[in-house]
C-alpha cells in the first residue's frame, strides 16, 4: 500500500555515516580521525559519567592518542543555558570535534554545541527552521538509551526557561557526521528507563506512520521500527542484560529516528510535551501516557494505517471490520503498556484534576505538530483528549 506517494516529493535526511553493533563505541577514535577531530569535547550527563559508561569512549580516545574534555553539565529537557555553557567551553578548550554520549538530552545539547561552535552568538537565536547559515563543528552521536533516536535527527528540542515551554532548532547541519549506536551502552538502564525510552521509540514510528508527511522511506523505517519495539521491548524491559533484546531496541530507536527524521511527529509530542515542562516528567513517559488516547481520537483520520498498525503489533484483523482492526492497534499498545507496567492515566501520576485548562493552554502552544497529525484538533478536541487521559 503507498497512498498517493507519486504526487508527492520525497526528501530523506540522514547522518553521513550510521555504525550500528555491539562494541562498537571501542571505534570512537577512529570515527573522530576520519571526520578530523584532534581535540574531543565530550558532551554528557552527570548520570553517564557515574554510570561509567564513557568509559569504553575513554579508552579508545587513549589509545587512540586523541585528546578529550568532557562536559557533563547536561540536565534533563535541557534549558538553552546548558547548550550556551557547553558552547563557550568548546571555544575555551580549543576543541575542533563534538562527541554527544548520552539519552537524548546530551544528543541534542551536544548538536547544539556544535551548530554555536561556527554560528556564535547563543542557540535561541536560532529556534525554528533552517535558521543557521554555517554548517556546524564535527560531530558523533552515541545513544545510550535507545529511544530518542536524536542521534539521526536533523532536530533538537530544548527548554525556554523564561517563556517555560519547549522550543526546537532544525537544521540539516544538525545532523551528525557519524552515529554509533553500541547497544551494550544500554545494558545497565533500569527497566522504567528502558521502557520509556522504548515507548518514545514506539510513538516515533506510530506518529511518523499516521503522518501527512509520510514517505515511501519513513514507512520502511517505521513498519520495520513497530515490528521490532513490539517483539522486544517486553524482554529489554524484563531482563536488561538480555544483549539481543537490547541489540534489537537499539536498532528500532534508530530506524524511528530516521523515519521521523524526515516523516515529523503528530499530536501525540504535542500534547506530552507540556507534562513534560509542567511536571518534569520523561519525555517517553509523557508519550507513553498519552499514546493511546491520542491514537483512539486519530483512528478516523486514517483507519487504514491503524489497522496496519494492529499487524505490525501482532494483531490478527482477519474478518473484523476496518475500524474494528484500527481499534486493536489502540488495543495491542494498551497490552504493551500493562506488559512494561506503564500507566497511561495522568491521575496515577499525582497530577491535579484542576491543572487540565493549563495543559490545554501548554498543548495549544504545540500546534505546529498539528499539522501533520491526521485528523484536526481544536482547543475543544485537545481538553477532551487530555480528560480522556486523566
Ligand atoms: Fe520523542
Known amino acids: 500500500m503507498s497512498e498517493n506517494y507519486q504526487s508527492k516529493t520525497h526528501v530523506f535526511y540522514s547522518p553521513t555515516k550510521i555504525i550500528v553493533g555491539v562494541n562498537t563505541a571501542s571505534q570512537v577514535a577512529q570515527e573522530v580521525r576520519q571526520f578530523g577531530g584532534h581535540r574531543v569535547l565530550i558532551v554528557t550527563d552527570p548520570g553517564v559519567v557515574a554510570a561509567d559508561l ?105 527548554t525556554d526557561e523564561e517563556q517555560n515551554t519547549k522550543n526546537v532548532v532544525f537544521t540539516p547541519y544538525a545532523l551528525a557526521n557519524a552515529a554509533i549506536v553500541d547497544p551494550l551502552l544500554t545494558l545497565s538502564m533500569p527497566p522504567s528507563v528502558t521502557a520509556d525510552t522504548g515507548m518514545d521509540a514506539m510513538v516515533h514510528a506510530i506518529e511518523t506512520y499516521v503522518s501527512m508527511n509520510a514517505t515511501e522511506f519513513s514507512d520502511i523505517l517505521a513498519e520495520r521500527a513497530m515490528e521490532l519495539i513490539a517483539d522486544y521491548l517486553p524482554t529489554a524491559w524484563a531482563k536488561g542484560s538480555n544483549t539481543d533484546a537490547r541489540y534489537h531496541m537499539s536498532l528500532a530507536a534508530t530506524l524511528a529516528g530516521m523515519a521521523f527524521g524526515s516523516g515529523g511527529l503528530g499530536a501525540v509530542h504535542a500534547l506530552a510535551y507540556p507534562l513534560g515542562t509542567e511536571y518534569h516528567m520523561t519525555h517517553g513517559r509523557t508519550n507513553a501516557i498519552m499514546l493511546p488516547h491520542v491514537m483512539r481520537y486519530n483512528i478516523p483520520g486514517s483507519p487504514e494505517r491503524y489497522a496496519r498498525i494492529a499487524e505490525f503489533m501482532g494483531k490478527d484483523t482477519e474478518g473484523y471490520s476496518l475500524m474494528e482492526a484500527a481499534e486493536m492497534a489502540v488495543e495491542a499498545i494498551r497490552e504493551l503498556l500493562d506488559t512494561i507496567e506503564v500507566s497511561c492515566q495522568m491521575q496515577d501520576y499525582g497530577i491535579p484534576e484542576d491543572d487540565l485548562p493549563a495543559l490545554v493552554d501548554g498543548g495549544m502552544k504545540q500546534a505546529r505538530l498539528f499539522v501533520p497529525n491526521p485528523r484536526d484538533l481544536t482547543r475543544e478536541d485537545v481538553d477532551s483528549i487530555y480528560r480522556e487521559a486523566y
Open 54 to 158: 564513557i568509559a569504553p569512549v575513554e579508552s579508545s580516545l587513549k589509545a587512540g592518542n586523541v585528546a578529550y574534555v568532557i562536559y557533563d553539565g547536561v540536565e534533563p529537557e535541557p534549558p538553552s543555558r546548558v547548550i550556551d555553557r557547553g558552547a563557550e567551553m568548546f571555544q575555551a578548550e580549543g576543541c575542533d570535534l563534538v562527541l554527544g554520549v548520552g539519552g537524548g538530552s546530551s544528543l541534542d545539547v551536544a548538536k547544539g554545541i556544535s551548530l554555536l561552535a561556527t554560528n556564535k552568538g547563543k542557540i535561541l537565536d536560532y529556534c525554528g527552521v533552517d535558521r543557521l547559515p554555517k554548517n556546524g563543528a564535527p560531530m558523533i552521536l552515541m545513544p545510550t538509551t535507545a529511544g530518542t533516536g536524536s542521534e539521526v535527527t536533523r532536530v533538537l528540542v530544548l
